[in-house]
T-cell receptor
Framework: GQNIDQPTEMTATEGAIVQINCTYQ??????LFWYQQHAGEAPTFLSY????GLEEKGRFSSFLSRSKGYSYLLLKELQMKDSASYLC????????????FGAGTQVVVTP | DGGITQSPKYLFRKEGQNVTLSCEQN?????MYWYRQDPGQGLRLIYY???????QKGDIAEGYSVSREKKESFPLTVTSAQKNPTAFYLC??????????????FGQGTRLTVV
């Protein structure tokens, strides 16, 4: 099986930076995804990492270290609309494309 | 427009009844998934399918059943054996079978309530 761990909640002020960590234990690792989910809505794709390093997309960046089983999502210049749950998900090859999610991190942005 | 569609958006079920949630995609994706989400929690995998006429149990398959007779469709039946079915159900699809960029696209979800 897979263990995917993320903090439950984080609070930050508008304009600040927040880093959401995700650790995982799995075999046959084949990629890690970050999704954003607003309350009552479907998750939307933010980023994908399969190689070590940093992927940057505007205000959002995602980092992966395969040897450490660790990823983080960095949100810069926080806006009120960034208040949402952020889900880390891992896909593996040995379970034939099984996509599993962590419990999510609720980010609260305050004025 | 290409996408993934779930129906209905809201569903009420009496105890002891089976109900079927629909999921259709026109993205030509091979893989499809069903997840359950309870308030304030993450997504838990119920069933997934990588190819027509084949599917695998996820972490919480008990009390649920699926079929994959067509590539476009992956309906989920919540049976009376599921003791606590009230939840938000999400269907997703992706293009790959585990390799490369296999981003999953989600439907808008079905909120099931047992009355």
């Amino acid at each position: 099986g897979q263990n995917i761990d993320q903090p439950t909640e984080m609070t930050a002020t508008e304009g600040a930076i927040v880093q959401i960590n995700c650790t995982y234990q799995t075999s046959g690792f084949n990629g890690l995804f970050w999704y954003q989910q607003h309350a009552g809505e479907a998750p939307t794709f933010l980023s994908y990492n399969v190689l070590d390093g940093l992927e940057e997309k505007g205000r959002f960046s995602s980092f992966l270290s395969r040897s450490k089983g660790y990823s983080y999502l960095l949100l810069k210049e926080l806006q009120m609309k960034d208040s949402a749950s952020y889900l880390c998900a891992v896909i593996t090859t040995d379970s034939w494309g099984k996509l599993q999610f962590g419990a999510g991190t609720q980010v609260v942005v305050t004025p | 427009d290409g996408g993934i569609t779930q129906s209905p958006k809201y569903l009420f079920r009496k105890e002891g009844q089976n109900v079927t949630l629909s999921c259709e995609q026109n993205l030509n994706h091979d893989a499809m998934y069903w997840y359950r989400q309870d308030p304030g929690q993450g997504l838990r995998l119920i069933y997934y399918s990588q190819i027509v006429n084949d599917f695998q149990k996820g972490d919480i398959a008990e009390g649920y059943s699926v079929s994959r007779e067509k590539k476009e469709s992956f309906p989920l039946t919540v049976t009376s054996a599921q003791k606590n079915p009230t939840a938000f159900y999400l269907c997703a699809s992706s293009s790959g079978t585990g390799g490369g960029n296999t981003e999953a696209f989600f439907g808008q979800g079905t909120r099931l309530t047992v009355v």
